[in-house]
């Protein structure tokens, strides 16, 4: 009978853990790609995955989000979108970085207000931009400065 219940409580627990909306998933991923491409400095792969960005965040299937989801992602669409158009629409690595700190700002800001991975979100700082950026790993891989300052930063906040 103790058995029983303990295999319950672990069944329940592993159902009610809140699981990640695949369509806002997807846009942290996507993130995450236009972030590694600019740790590469590769302008290309980052316009790129900036475009496949907007488009991801021109799907989001509505009828899949919760209210909560909804209300936190609303407000970000358009900003988010103009972020990663800005990306996607240079070249110029330097303006592309620059833009990549409002992107993150905003991304943040979903991230805070939903569960946008079941891993951990973890959130960098760069002293030298006075500015953050958003990874999957907590090993310090700038995007601002790439390889001329790859270790250049510190996590500021971890977000589970």
Not at 41 to 54: L, T
Not at 77 to 92: G, N, Q, R, V, Y
């Amino acid at each position: 009978m103790k058995s029983l219940i303990i295999a319950t409580t672990i069944l329940l627990a592993t159902f009610s853990a809140k699981a990640a909306n695949p369509s806002l998933s997807q846009l942290l991923s996507l993130y995450y790609d236009v972030k590694n491409a600019l740790v590469s400095s590769d302008a290309g792969v980052a316009g790129a995955k900036a475009d496949a960005f907007v488009k991801a965040i021109n799907n989001v299937d509505m009828n899949t989000l919760s209210a909560d989801e909804h209300k936190a992602f609303m407000p970000l669409k358009e900003k988010l979108s103009a972020d990663a158009l800005a990306i996607a629409s240079t070249t110029d690595l330097n303006a592309q970085r620059e833009k990549f700190k409002t992107f993150s700002n905003n991304i943040y800001t979903l991230a805070k207000a939903v569960k946008l991975s079941t891993d951990p979100v973890y959130q960098l700082y760069c002293p030298m931009q006075k500015s953050y950026w958003l990874s999957e790993e907590a090993a310090v891989k700038n995007p601002y400065y790439g390889k001329k300052m790859l270790t250049c930063g510190n996590v500021k906040e971890t977000i589970k």
